[in-house]
């Protein structure tokens, strides 16, 4: 079962349509903020917001947005206090679920954070009780078919990545969040085109589902979750089955 990182993409589709409407700009916004607060605004010197400001680009997130964003990071534009906080729960068929909170107001955020739990019927888990499942990594995704996989292999662990496996149409590639950018650059450099390239939170292990309606109800959960404005990230553990995902498209046909 190998649908986590489908998904994922069929997510990072849907987040390029939601940036058309400004959703996705705003969001970035706030992270290039955080970014530039903590490591300062140069990104040949904070690689975090060097990443960072790839991702807005590949969106197509104006220069102007990202340069404002930076500048009310370090202080050189006036800007509203932003608190980072996690929620994690979990959601139907014992799915795990971390939300990443990035706001300026974390009264009114727990207060709709938590009524999106309750009306899909999700639960609350204590601190630590889903993301310790999970770990910091750098995620990148290749189409399989564009690409020689010994090639690929070749120049993702020459430049540090941990591992790359086939999933599916894709190659999925892993590697410590202070590698990705290198693996990024060489694949840049080597003239491979990522379909999605991000460092989150992976699983260390997945809940497969092979249920449809399990499937389509974590994924309304989630998708609820990241339409909310503070929410900037969300992260399952959930695998859907190949099977289930052909079948949740061919509904959609």
């Known amino acids: 079962m190998s649908g986590h990182s489908k998904w994922k ?29 903590t490591g300062g605004g140069n990104p040949d010197t904070n690689t975090a917001l060097r990443a960072l400001i790839q991702r807005c680009k590949a969106v197509s997130m104006p220069n102007d947005n990202i340069d404002r964003a930076i500048k009310k990071g370090t202080g050189e534009l006036a800007a509203d206090i932003m608190e980072e906080i996690t929620y994690e729960g979990f959601a139907e068929g014992g799915v795990g679920v971390v939300v990443k909170v990035l706001t300026d107001n974390k009264n009114r955020a727990a207060a709709e954070i938590r009524h999106i739990f309750t009306k899909q019927g999700s639960s609350f888990a204590a601190q630590g009780a889903v993301s310790r499942g999970f770990r910091r990594r750098g995620q990148i995704f290749v189409d399989a078919g564009s690409v020689d996989e010994e090639k690929l292999m070749d120049i993702v662990l020459s430049a540090g990545a941990d591992d790359m496996q086939r999933d599916g149409e894709q190659f999925e590639i892993l590697t410590d969040p202070s590698a990705f950018l290198v693996v990024s650059e060489a694949l840049e450099k080597a003239g491979i085109k990522t379909e999605d390239a991000e460092i989150r ?50 509904d959609k046909d």
Not at 9 to 37: C, P, Y
């Open 9 to 37: 993409t069929i997510q990072h589709k849907k987040g390029a349509a939601d940036a058309k409407r400004g959703k996705v700009f705003s969001k970035m916004a706030k992270e290039l903020m955080v970014v530039a607060k």
């Open 201 to 250: 939170l992976v699983p260390d292990t997945y809940v497969p589902v092979s249920d449809k309606g399990v499937a389509k109800s974590v994924m309304k959960f989630v998708e609820t979750l990241e339409d909310n404005d503070d929410v900037q990230n969300v992260y399952t553990n959930m695998d859907v089955d190949d099977s289930v995902l052909s079948a949740m498209e061919s």
